[in-house]
């Protein structure tokens, strides 16, 4: 694991943690998951043989699902910050009194085994983000030459 890994993955820990305390702290009768998402896109694309443009973008997202008395809520906001969730677990708790009751309707408990270190290991491959952009041009470039010769390829190179 790299170290801008390493501090993503503590970044979102912690925020989890402290959201999660929040929510138990705001009610005993409310079941809630939390849903925490970050990533990290490149992009390269070429016209005419000739770099035009590179981009670079980081996003971050945040879920929460609720149940209480056999109803569920659920919301999301396009951020991941302890003000967001807090206020998409009001918007979640809010729809509780709309929903159809069902007593079938909690949501799981914690699952017994603790981290999945496998899992973990699939969720950030450095590589695509340390490569210099030369290296993915001339990966480009050669998608490029496959497109000569009547292949389709798309003309972006995205990781």
């Not at 007593?103 to 085994?113: E, I, M, N, R």
């Amino acid at each position: 694991m790299t170290k801008k890994q390493e501090s993503a993955t503590a970044d979102i820990e912690s925020l989890a943690r402290d959201a999660v305390a929040w929510m138990k702290a705001e009610s005993s009768e409310t079941s809630a998951e939390l849903y925490l998402s970050r990533g990290e896109d490149r992009a390269l694309t070429r016209r005419e043989g000739a770099r035009a443009g590179i981009e670079s973008s980081e996003t971050e997202g945040a879920g929460v699902r609720v149940a209480r008395d056999g109803r569920a809520g659920f919301a999301a906001a396009g951020g991941a910050d302890l003000a967001a969730i807090k206020e998409i677990y009001a918007r979640a708790v809010e729809q509780l009194p709309c929903a159809e009751p069902n007593p079938c309707c909690v949501l799981p408990g914690p699952q017994a085994g603790g981290a999945d270190d496998g899992l973990a290991a699939t969720l950030w491959d450095d590589s695509l983000f340390t490569a210099p952009w030369e290296q993915v041009e001339i990966r480009l470039q050669e998608a490029e030459a496959a497109a000569r010769t009547g292949t389709r390829v798309a003309k972006t190179l995205r990781a």
